[in-house]
């Protein structure tokens, strides 16, 4: 019999790890406290590292069957607000990358878990000296471990005395899905301004998912806000197809949120036998488009390690090794995604002048090759 297991919270983190240590032959039970499963509409990108670690337990094929071309195949990279190329990336840099729209991601991951594994509506608190007991309203039930993937503002952190804080990024992030198909002309990436940046990614289908930030005040809540008037005043003069991908959002459909990461790296995701994982573990912010794909990583390392491990087994050394491997990596993930954030929303005109000459002035496999360790993961051995 393998390792019964709790997850907290059916995000992206919770879902692959759910699906990939039921795959293993583990007995999985998610807890969710919305009582709908379901994504939020907006778009990801996924890079070659997600899909290395999903094919490791088993689930690059079912997540691939979703994804698109995201930019591969259109000319990437980074534009001015006229239109003008800073910098184009080699078609190889782009070539793993994938777009997919939430929802259909959260389907195809949902559709891999057995019956009766998902329970939603309710939520679930860990225990806080991390022993394997999960306590939600209909009462307390011990497993072997308990995995917590609650998101940015996880209660579970906190609980286990893990939390250093969130801190503002110092900007908002608007998403927006087309509601149909937009010709973005064979060109697509970011477009860098003064304190202001927009993307636009290809979906699978045709349409368009795209992203806006700008230092501004955060406003009553992060979540849906129909923000398209303003946003079409800070981007209606940019190139093609800002202007379009704004005119071709259904009013309402937008997504905002103030930008927040961990203000310091954790010192453990591991107490006793419960294990933070994704943002819970890690939150950063979304600027390397990699919050996601880390929280892939983290769950497809665990799966990988708890490979032939047994109900009643001692976990430690899996665990020991998923603690260490995944702090390195994801603290230096999030610091550089900080950074490249910080350099992205420069607003004094000199700082810009700088940074896009300097940016013009580096060639795109240069870009590239910097990128190419984000890009590139691999299964840790299991634990002996
Ligand atoms: C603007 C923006 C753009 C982004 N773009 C990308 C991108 O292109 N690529 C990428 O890889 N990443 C991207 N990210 C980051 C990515 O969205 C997150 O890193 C990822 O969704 C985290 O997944 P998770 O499973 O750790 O947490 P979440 O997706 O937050 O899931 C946590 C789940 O836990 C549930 N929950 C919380 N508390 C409890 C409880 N007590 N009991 C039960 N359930 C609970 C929540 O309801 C939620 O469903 C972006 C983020 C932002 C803000």
Same mark, same amino acid.
Do not use: K
């Given at each position: 019999?393998?390792?019964?297991?709790?997850?907290?919270?059916?995000?992206?983190?919770?879902?692959? %790890?759910?699906?990939?240590?039921?795959?293993?032959?583990?007995?999985?039970?998610?807890?969710?406290?919305?009582?709908?499963?379901?994504?939020?509409?907006?778009?990801?990108?996924?890079?070659?590292?997600?899909?290395?670690?999903?094919?490791?337990?088993?689930?690059?094929?079912? #997540?691939?069957?979703?994804?698109?071309?995201?930019?591969?195949? %259109?000319?990437?990279?980074?534009?001015?607000?006229?239109?003008?190329?800073?910098?184009?990336?080699?078609?190889?840099?782009?070539?793993?990358?994938?777009?997919?729209?939430?929802?259909? %991601?959260?389907?195809?991951?949902?559709?891999?878990?057995?019956?009766?594994?998902?329970?939603?509506?309710?939520?679930?608190?860990?225990?806080?000296?991390?022993?394997?007991?999960?306590?939600?309203?209909?009462?307390?039930?011990?497993?072997?471990? #308990? #995995?917590?993937?609650?998101?940015?503002?996880?209660?579970?952190?906190?609980?286990?005395?893990?939390?250093?804080?969130?801190?503002?990024?110092?900007?908002?992030?608007?998403?927006?899905?087309?509601?149909?198909?937009?010709?973005?002309?064979?060109?697509?990436?970011?477009?860098?301004?003064?304190?202001?940046?927009?993307?636009?990614?290809?979906?699978?289908?045709?349409?368009?998912?795209?992203?806006?930030?700008?230092?501004?005040?955060?406003?009553?809540?992060?979540?849906?806000?129909?923000?398209?008037?303003?946003?079409?005043?800070?981007?209606?003069?940019?190139?093609?197809?800002?202007?379009?991908?704004?005119?071709?959002?259904?009013?309402?459909?937008?997504?905002?949120?103030?930008?927040?990461?961990?203000?310091?790296?954790?010192?453990?995701?591991?107490?006793?036998?419960?294990?933070?994982?994704?943002?819970?573990?890690?939150?950063?912010?979304?600027?390397?488009?990699?919050?996601?794909?880390?929280?892939?990583?983290?769950?497809?390392?665990?799966?990988?390690?708890?490979?032939?491990?047994?109900?009643?087994?001692?976990?430690?050394?899996? $665990?020991?090794?998923?603690?260490?491997?995944?702090?390195?990596?994801?603290?230096?993930?999030?610091?550089?995604?900080?950074?490249?954030?910080?350099?992205?929303?420069?607003?004094?005109? $000199?700082?810009?002048?700088?940074?896009?000459?300097?940016?013009?002035?580096?060639?795109?496999?240069?870009?590239?090759?910097?990128?190419?360790? $984000?890009?590139?993961?691999?299964?840790?051995?299991?634990?002996?």
């Amino acid at each position: 019999m393998g390792v019964r297991v709790a997850v907290v919270g059916a995000g992206i983190g919770g879902l692959v %790890l759910a699906a990939g240590l039921q795959r293993d032959g583990h007995d999985v039970r998610v807890h969710e406290r919305r009582a709908d499963a379901g994504a939020l509409g907006a778009g990801l990108t996924l890079s070659g590292n997600a899909f290395a670690a999903l094919d490791a337990i088993g689930l690059g094929e079912r #997540v691939r069957a979703v994804t698109g071309a995201g930019v591969a195949g %259109l000319r990437a990279g980074q534009r001015r607000p006229s239109g003008r190329w800073m910098t184009t990336l080699p078609p190889a840099a782009v070539a793993s990358l994938r777009s997919v729209h939430r929802a259909d %991601l959260h389907r195809a991951l949902l559709d891999a878990l057995r019956d009766g594994t998902l329970r939603t509506g309710a939520a679930a608190s860990v225990s806080p000296d991390g022993a394997p007991v999960l306590r939600t309203p209909g009462g307390a039930e011990e497993f072997d471990l #308990v #995995v917590a993937a609650d998101g940015l503002r996880s209660s579970s952190r906190s609980a286990l005395g893990l939390d250093t804080g969130l801190r503002r990024a110092g900007y908002l992030a608007w998403r927006g899905v087309t509601a149909g198909a937009l010709d973005v002309g064979g060109q697509a990436g970011e477009t860098w301004g003064r304190g202001q940046r927009f993307g636009v990614v290809p979906l699978p289908d045709g349409r368009v998912y795209w992203f806006a930030t700008a230092a501004a005040p955060p406003g009553p809540a992060d979540g849906a806000a129909d923000d398209l008037d303003a946003l079409r005043e800070r981007f209606g003069t940019w190139h093609d197809p800002v202007p379009a991908c704004l005119a071709a959002t259904p009013p309402g459909a937008v997504l905002r949120h103030d930008v927040h990461d961990l203000r310091r790296p954790l010192r453990s995701f591991v107490v006793d036998r419960t294990v933070l994982l994704g943002d819970a573990a890690h939150a950063m912010t979304p600027d390397l488009g990699q919050g996601a794909g880390q929280a892939i990583e983290d769950a497809a390392t665990l799966v990988v390690l708890l490979r032939g491990a047994r109900g009643g087994g001692d976990l430690r050394p899996a $665990l020991a090794r998923y603690d260490r491997d995944r702090r390195r990596r994801t603290s230096r993930v999030a610091r550089r995604s900080r950074s490249v954030g910080a350099v992205g929303q420069l607003a004094h005109p $000199l700082a810009v002048a700088v940074r896009d000459a300097a940016l013009s002035a580096t060639p795109g496999p240069v870009l590239a090759r910097a990128a190419e360790p $984000l890009q590139r993961w691999a299964p840790p051995r299991p634990a002996g």
